[in-house]
């Protein structure tokens, strides 16, 4: 049981889900009150592995982690729609570990505290800065295959801006290594570091300016949080995976979403934005005589500063909006349909979804979703699926297109009547259908009526696929009707972690033309690079950005994170699709890695596309 429980330990993927309310069951309390990571399942998940590998000694704060559990649950709850794991069987081998170690006269390690931490305490507080290993070890790798852990010597909690500024000038003086961390969640070992870590999580105001159409948030503040917020209000933000804190996310990666189709990326998200420098001084984007993070180069760049709030603009939601799903049995034609629809301006989100997307977002198992791909790819001839979000107008545009779609109703029917999908005999007669008309099923009239009668669609049906534990759970979240809703799920994106699920996710994106020839090839490049190191790997999604004139093209490839061998076939595998991606930036002079966006996400749009 050692054995399985270390190894449910190590699989974590730090994407921080544990840490926001997605499914309305609430947040471990000793998260909330201590704010340390450590203090959460994901940082609980990670302690339990260390001390059982003998990194790290039973400590002062180890002791107050493992006590401040209660074993709820919660976390199973949300770890469970995730990823299917169940990590207070971790939380409790935790506390048995500790327990044990004490009964039987450990001794508690004190942690060294270290020549800087009084001055660290100084500035944000005694209980906002420690250097006890049990902290440190949480905030010392993530899954990335290509990043070499690296345990810091203190981590910082700031609370204000003041106090960033504060701590940027003890670091400069001092010579300290340090770096910012949002959720933790980047997945590329950016925000590691041997010095010091500061974590932004204690920040988290949100600040509504409606006159004025933004919102103005603190680096503490997660998108799935802010969404919640401007729904509220009616409004909505373009925000990335719902975990992500929105400053960093912006920094890092400009934020994209299938909403970019519409709002945009980068610089066309936010009104200003706040920052520290790395000397302490502190500065807008709208200072004349500020850095100019405006402009972007085509090159690795350093950390500006500490980003210490975004005003983020805020869009009006109509009450007509709604989602369809547009069948295609190639890449081909989903492409030129989206860039169509794009250059048209029809429609808020548009996304083109692989089979992997498409079985993975829906299905609440794994092995749901993969017996659900082969009756999309096999029975029912889809390849992709184009997800298109607008409201009546566009609706009535795609029908006056003549496309066959799944609409709403449809894919609810679809949602809740998986586990009978997977078997329906009836989908053998759609090959009764015209062939030249692909999807022409999707058209006949009562289709709807006839699969909700062959389905019969129920928030019971699907929790029977689920661990029976979680049943009654998965009855009543699926009765709630946004589980189920298009608009809601691509607004707050909760579903999107689940691509983690069977393995940690390497995302390969690139910036390019909506150009199906130049599309296809890189495709196709990415697929043998990983086929050739035996990596699971699968189209991701394609979104068309500035009106159809480019797009935001991710590929995935799919990592055990705990598997040397698997991490040894990665690391090359990752190297070669950078060789690839360079060669193709370097003879289109129109493809651009999302690599050098990393501190670059406030840069204009065009600036970033079009350099």
Known sequence: MTDEVLSLARNCRHYAMCKIDFLGTGVCASGIEKQYVSFYPQG?????????????????????????CDLCGKCDFQCYFVNEMKPSIVMGALKTLVGDYLESGGIIKKSAEGPHLHELRAIVGEEWATSDRAIAITYSHDPCPVAMPRMPDYVVMPGTRDEIASLLKMFTREKLKWAVRGNGSSVMGFVMSEGVVVDLNRM???????????VKVGPGVAAFDLQREAAGRGYRVNVAEPSALVCANLMCSGIFSTFSASYGTAGDNFIDAEFVGKDGSGFSLNDKNGPNLFAFSRSDQEIPGICTSVSVKLHPVTEDEAGVLVPFDSLEKAVAFSKDCAIRRIGLAIGILGGEYISTFISPTKQLAEEIKAVFTDKLGIAFLVLMIGDKYTLQSISEMGLPVFDQRLYRILSL???????????????SFPSEEPFSYLKMEGLADLAETALMPSPELLAQSVDPEFKNFFEKLYARPEMTDLVWLNMFRIVSSRMGREKHVVALIIYLPVDFGLISEIDAAFRSIADKHHLKNEFGFITPIDNGKRCIFEYDYFLDHTDPDEISRMQPAVMEAAGMIEGYSARTGTVRWIRYVLYQGFARMENLLYS
């Open 44 to 68: 609980r998940m990670d302690l339990y592995a260390a001390l059982a590998e003998h990194k790290v000694p039973v400590t002062e704060k180890c002791v107050e982690i493992a006590d401040s």
């Open 204 to 214: 988290k105001d949100i600040v509504f300016d409606e006159k004025n159409w933004n």
């Open 417 to 431: 009547g998986l586990p009978s999908l997977k078997s329906a005999g009836w989908l053998s007669l759609l090959s």
